[in-house]
């Protein structure tokens, strides 16, 4: 027998046949049975990925075989990683496709708006590249990003005549590769580049929101929260569309859009109205039934004074964690159908402080307020151009 050391076995693969000359497995775990695993790496790892509890380890696989030693069982040849808390989770196959939640005119109002802005008369370096058609390929430069913002990117180019095609799904993790070619944008050339720096900066954002979302979904449910992580508004003027969507693509709660939405009575409002119970009662009288109401509260009683006026929604601000818990229940106890909220102050480093069995939902305004970009670029395939005066040396 051969003295060689099998590599680590993958989670709870069994019953490995042949069926019309299809390779066949069945998950040990759920009992799905997944076709060409060994043909393709992509239905087996995508697989696992809906493990996410099982996938951890294998976040970075590059292949997969069968060992000779143990027939039946599948191995992955990979990158072992670190057991870092901040790992994101990959969306890359979401069950729904976003894209269809943002209006089309929307995305052309806004790619317009970026292309005016970007180019607000001439452009005088287009005379030196001209309309001959070109290729360049996006890269991406930060290695385990997310991708967010394919709508938008895409648009762009088709705004400008140009097309682009991907190399990966919308939420897909790109992977541990120190440069990864992600699609591949053709058209005119002073097209490609008249789009170049709008493109790049909105899927460079989307994706940034994208990634730290996912870590941050990764940190709740690796603990076992069952809570929602949300967004706030506090997003940048003009592109809070393109920073919603992406918080959607990273797996977190959107949180409310704009004021025209969910009604959110913060400190100012209360104090404007005189009282937590008369803002309550007046907000009500407005949104009616179609509407939820929130109220941001300093303390446990003025939580309590808000559930017995009607709100859905106690916001718990600023609380230091241990305290977060102890209200919490006591409100849950209290009024059991009353949804909790805690903010203020969370970061990706303190999150795990505040998750508790007794708030619904924690919302970080750093998911947009200081969140790190992802670096993209795009580069044009260099091209031999036969000169057009003159006449050529034979």
Same mark, same amino acid.
């Given at each position: 027998?051969?003295?060689?050391?099998?590599?680590?076995?993958? &989670?709870?693969?069994?019953?490995?046949?042949?069926?019309?000359?299809?390779?066949?497995?069945?998950?040990?775990?759920?009992?799905?049975?997944?076709?060409?695993?060994?043909?393709?790496?992509?239905?087996?790892?995508?697989?696992?990925?809906?493990?996410?509890?099982?996938?951890?380890?294998?976040?970075?696989?590059?292949?997969?075989?069968?060992?000779? %030693? @143990?027939?039946?069982?599948?191995?992955?040849?990979? @990158?072992?990683?670190?057991? #870092?808390? &901040?790992?994101?989770?990959?969306?890359?196959?979401?069950?729904?496709?976003?894209?269809?939640?943002?209006?089309?005119?929307?995305?052309?109002?806004?790619?317009?708006?970026?292309?005016?802005?970007?180019?607000?008369?001439?452009?005088?370096?287009?005379?030196?590249?001209?309309?001959?058609?070109?290729?360049?390929?996006?890269?991406?430069?930060?290695?385990?990003?997310?991708?967010?913002? *394919?709508?938008?990117?895409?648009?762009?180019?088709?705004? !400008?005549?140009?097309? +682009?095609?991907?190399?990966?799904?919308?939420?897909?993790? %790109?992977?541990?590769?120190? +440069?990864?070619?992600?699609?591949?944008?053709?058209?005119?050339? =002073?097209?490609?580049?008249?789009?170049?720096?709008?493109?790049?900066?909105?899927?460079?954002?989307?994706?940034?929101?994208?990634?730290?979302?996912?870590?941050? @979904? &990764?940190?709740?449910?690796?603990?076992?929260?069952?809570? @929602?992580?949300?967004?706030?508004?506090?997003?940048?003027?003009?592109? =809070?569309?393109?920073?919603?969507?992406?918080?959607?693509?990273?797996?977190?709660?959107?949180?409310?859009?704009?004021?025209?939405?969910?009604?959110? !009575?913060? #400190?100012?409002?209360?104090?404007?109205?005189?009282? *937590?119970?008369?803002?309550?009662?007046?907000? =009500?009288?407005?949104?009616?039934?179609?509407?939820?109401?929130? +109220?941001?509260?300093?303390?446990?009683?003025?939580?309590?004074?808000?559930?017995?006026?009607?709100?859905?929604? +106690?916001? %718990?601000?600023?609380?230091?964690?241990?305290? %977060?818990?102890?209200?919490?229940?006591?409100?849950?106890?209290?009024?059991?159908?009353?949804?909790?909220?805690?903010?203020?102050?969370?970061?990706?480093?303190?999150?795990?402080? &505040?998750?508790?069995?007794?708030?619904? *939902?924690?919302?970080?305004?750093?998911?947009?307020?200081?969140?790190?970009?992802?670096?993209?670029?795009?580069?044009?395939?260099?091209?031999?151009?036969?000169?057009?005066?003159?006449?050529?040396?034979?």
């Amino acid at each position: 027998m051969s003295s060689r050391k099998p590599k680590v076995i993958a &989670y709870g693969f069994k019953h490995f046949r042949v069926e019309n000359n299809k390779r066949v497995a069945v998950c040990k775990i759920c009992g799905k049975q997944i076709n060409d695993v060994i043909s393709t790496t992509s239905n087996f790892v995508r697989h696992l990925k809906s493990h996410k509890e099982s996938f951890t380890e294998y976040q970075n696989t590059t292949s997969i075989h069968i060992d000779p %030693l @143990q027939p039946g069982t599948f191995q992955l040849e990979h @990158q072992q990683i670190k057991d #870092d808390p &901040y790992s994101p989770i990959s969306m890359s196959q979401p069950q729904l496709d976003l894209s269809h939640s943002i209006p089309p005119h929307a995305i052309t109002r806004l790619v317009r708006d970026w292309l005016a802005e970007d180019t607000p008369n001439f452009d005088p370096a287009g005379v030196c590249v001209g309309s001959q058609d070109v290729e360049a390929t996006l890269f991406c430069k930060s290695p385990c990003s997310i991708l967010a913002g *394919i709508p938008f990117f895409t648009a762009v180019f088709t705004e !400008l005549g140009c097309t +682009v095609e991907w190399m990966y799904q919308e939420g897909a993790d %790109l992977g541990p590769g120190a +440069v990864t070619p992600t699609a591949v944008v053709r058209g005119p050339a =002073r097209c490609v580049l008249l789009g170049e720096r709008p493109a790049l900066n909105c899927l460079a954002r989307a994706s940034g929101i994208a990634t730290r979302c996912s870590k941050l @979904q &990764y940190i709740t449910s690796k603990a076992g929260w069952q809570g @929602q992580v949300a967004g706030t508004r506090k997003t940048t003027p003009g592109f =809070r569309l393109v920073e919603k969507y992406a918080m959607l693509v990273g797996g977190v709660s959107m949180h409310r859009q704009d004021l025209s939405g969910m009604v959110m !009575l913060k #400190d100012n409002h209360v104090w404007a109205s005189g009282s *937590i119970t008369q803002a309550v009662m007046d907000a =009500r009288a407005v949104c009616g039934f179609s509407s939820k109401i929130e +109220v941001e509260c300093g303390s446990r009683e003025e939580g309590s004074e808000a559930a017995a006026a009607g709100a859905d929604i +106690v916001m %718990l601000d600023n609380f230091k964690p241990e305290e %977060l818990c102890v209200a919490a229940r006591l409100l849950k106890e209290k009024f059991p159908f009353l949804l909790i909220e805690a903010s203020g102050g969370v970061t990706p480093s303190s999150l795990l402080e &505040y998750l508790s069995p007794h708030v619904d *939902i924690i919302s970080l305004g750093c998911i947009t307020q200081g969140c790190p970009i992802v670096d993209f670029s795009l580069k044009v395939h260099k091209t031999v151009f036969e000169p057009f005066y003159g006449e050529s040396k034979s």
